[in-house]
Structures are given as C-alpha cells and as structure tokens.
C-alpha cells in the first residue's frame, strides 16, 4: 500500500478551485477568496510541485473578482502556508537537512515521461484517449480555463527529471471535464 501525495492534496486543490469560481456570484467575494487562497497553500504545502496551478486560481480569481487587491489578498496563504515547513525547518536548526532533502528530490533518476504515459494508458486508455481529445478540443475552442489547469503542469511534467505515473492524478478533473466537454458538443 502506498500513501501518494499527490491523491491528498487533489481534495485541498478542487475546494481551492471551487471557492475561486463562487467568488464570482457571491457577496462574501473576500471570504470565498480567502478560502481559496488558504485551500491552495494546503495544496502546496503538501506538495510544493503544484505551483504550476497558480495561473490557473490567479486567473479564476481574477476573472471572478475583478479587482487586483483581491488577487493579492489570495497570495497571503498561498504564500505564507507553505513556508511553514522551511520555518519550521530554521526553528530546529535543520535548515541544511531540509535544503539537502530538496536537492535530493530534484536530482532523482528520470522514469522517461514516455514510460508513465504508457503505464496511464495501460490504466485506463478510454479516459486518455477521451482526455486527450477533449484537451485539443478546449484548444480549438479557446477553453482557457481547461487548457491552463493541464498545459501548465504537462510541460512541467515534461521537464523535470523524476516522474511517476501516479503524477497524473491532479490532472485526472480536468481530463474528465475536458472529455465531457467534448462527448456533450460532439
């Protein structure tokens, strides 16, 4: 049994999106932005690796609150959250440990993003296939919200050095929405 971080912070990542799009019709606009910026520090003090959502929330919550302040009153926890753990880390006097720990993830053997495409397809090839589709249709279609939650975190997939199939699970909402999308339009 394996415990994955990625199938942990995909709860705190979902809410954080949730909030950020009832911001839009709420009057609690700042509350609802709050939570959402708070829900995304979570998302990335679990791992730190979903900064590549941050286009994503920063254009939702822009787009839903039209006004600057509120984007910046987001940043706060999406900020101050995930320094806990480097705070935490000076506070013990294990900065050193923790920096090594860091340098050590991001020098691990590369597993080929070729290999865990192969093993997702392996998995479930209908939910690839239909995804895949469903991401070049958002594409013809101009679905900037679909193509910024995947376009960013495949190409940082792409290009770090250790990957592993189960990487693709913060991505499996969208693959879902995006293959809807298109089996509806279809």
Known sequence: I???LDSILLPFLLTSIL?????????????????SGIFFGITLFTKETMFVMIPLLAVLIYQNAKNPRMLAMWFIPVI?????WPLQSIQNNQFHIWIGDILYQVHRQNSNFGNILTTFYKFDPLLL?????????AAVKKDWIILLWFIPFLVFLVS???????YWIPVL???CIAAAKFIIDL
């Open 80 to 84: 101050l959250i995930p320094l806990i």
């Open 129 to 137: 296939a239909l995804g895949i589709a469903g991401i070049v249709y």
């Open 173 to 175: 909402p969208v693959l």
């Open 160 to 166: 770090i050095g250790y990957v592993q199939y189960f």
């Open 2 to 4: 394996r415990i994955l």
């Open 19 to 35: 909030f950020a799009i009832y911001a839009k019709d709420s009057k609690n606009k700042k509350f609802l932005v709050m939570l």
